[in-house]
Structures are given as structure tokens and as C-alpha cells.
């Protein structure tokens, strides 16, 4: 595997070794002891999400302020404006954000630390995403930032308005949010 840095060096973009020919391809999607050695990040995934979205849909930005959860993230299906933003007070890097672009086609990978907030929006037809997670959802402990905030000034490269759940719509303000120390 390629490790990538990006401009927080906490969060990392991971390109998998593929091999392809013309019966497809395989890739080893995570391996424990290769992601901790090239990474030198110990994580303990404990649930895996997937989710399934259409073209202008935006989801986030989400993350929790107890069961905080470190993620690595990626794409089966169509391609997607993958946004990270660091939301710790005691960070070099506090409200900064990250964009990748991932996609089934580039078969990357973003590791996203535990202290960021994290969102997407789909700039394909479709798009599945699968997601591993270092804590399990607390529903209670769930915060919300607005995903057009103007202080964070987050370019979601956008063509039309995006397509929000009631939850995305109740956003609050990055001066508002209730941040991780």
C-alpha cells in the first residue's frame, strides 16, 4: 500500500497495492499489521458501515463528542467529495479541513482520526460507501456542523444545491458546535 499525506498530517489517504487483468482485480482492503507499520496507527475497528446514495446528496458534517470514532473510509461505487475537518480545540490543525476525492475507480482510502468531523457529497449517478469505525455509534453523544458554514469555507465543489437529510439541515454553526478538547 501507497500511503499519502495531506496537508493535516493526521489524516491519511491510502492507495492499495491492486492487481488487475482481464478476469478484474483484487486488492487487500485492510490488513492490521501493514496499515499499523505503514501508518504507525493502532486502530481497533469495531463496526463497519455502508451506505448507499444518490447524485447531489451531501451527508455531514457528523461526529460525536463522547465514543469518539476514528474512520477509514471508502468507495465501491461511483465517486464521491470525501471532507474531513479537524474539531480539536488543542490541535495545531483545529478547523482545517481536508478534500479527497475518492472513488471505486481509484480505489483509495481515507483514514480520518478520531476528532474530525466528517461528510461527503456524491458527484456521481451513485455512490456506496463503506466505512470502518474505531467506537460504536452513540447516538446521544451525535453533533451536527453546518456544511456550508462560512467560517470552515469548505469547497464541496458543488453544481446545484445538495440534497440534505432533516438532520444535515439542522447543522449548527463551527462557532456554535460543541468541539472535542
Known amino acids: 500500500m ?3 499525506p495531506t496537508n493535516i498530517p493526521d489524516v491519511l489517504i491510502i492507495e492499495p497495492k491492486v492487481f488487475s487483468d482481464s478476469r478484474g482485480f483484487f486488492f487487500e ?3 492490521a499489521h501493514d496499515f499499523a507499520q ?3 496507527v493502532t486502530a481497533h475497528f469495531v463496526q463497519d458501515n455502508h451506505s448507499r446514495s444518490v447524485k447531489g446528496v451531501l451527508r455531514g458534517l ?3 463528542v463522547e465514543n469518539t470514532q476514528g474512520k477509514l473510509v471508502r468507495v465501491i461505487h461511483g465517486e464521491i467529495r470525501d471532507i474531513a475537518v479537524d474539531v480539536r480545540k488543542s490541535s495545531p490543525t483545529f478547523g482545517q479541513w481536508v478534500a479527497v476525492h475518492l472513488s ?3 480505489y483509495r482510502q481515507l483514514w480520518i482520526p478520531p476528532g474530525f468531523a466528517h461528510g461527503f457529497s456524491v458527484m456521481s449517478e451513485s455512490a456506496e460507501f463503506l466505512y470502518k469505525t474505531t467506537d ?3 447516538p446521544g453523544a ?3 456542523i453546518r456544511w456550508d458554514d ?3 469555507a469548505i469547497d464541496w465543489q458543488l453544481d446545484e444545491p445538495p440534497v440534505l437529510s432533516d438532520k444535515d439541515k439542522l447543522g449548527v454553526p463551527f462557532s456554535e458546535a460543541q468541539l472535542l478538547p
Open 2 to 4: 501507497n500511503i499519502i
Open 62 to 64: 457528523h461526529y460525536q
Open 150 to 152: 462560512a467560517q470552515l
Open 142 to 144: 451525535d453533533r451536527c
Open 136 to 138: 460504536y455509534y452513540n
Open 38 to 40: 505503514q501508518t504507525g
Open 104 to 106: 471505486a475507480d481509484n
Open 29 to 31: 482492503a485492510y490488513n
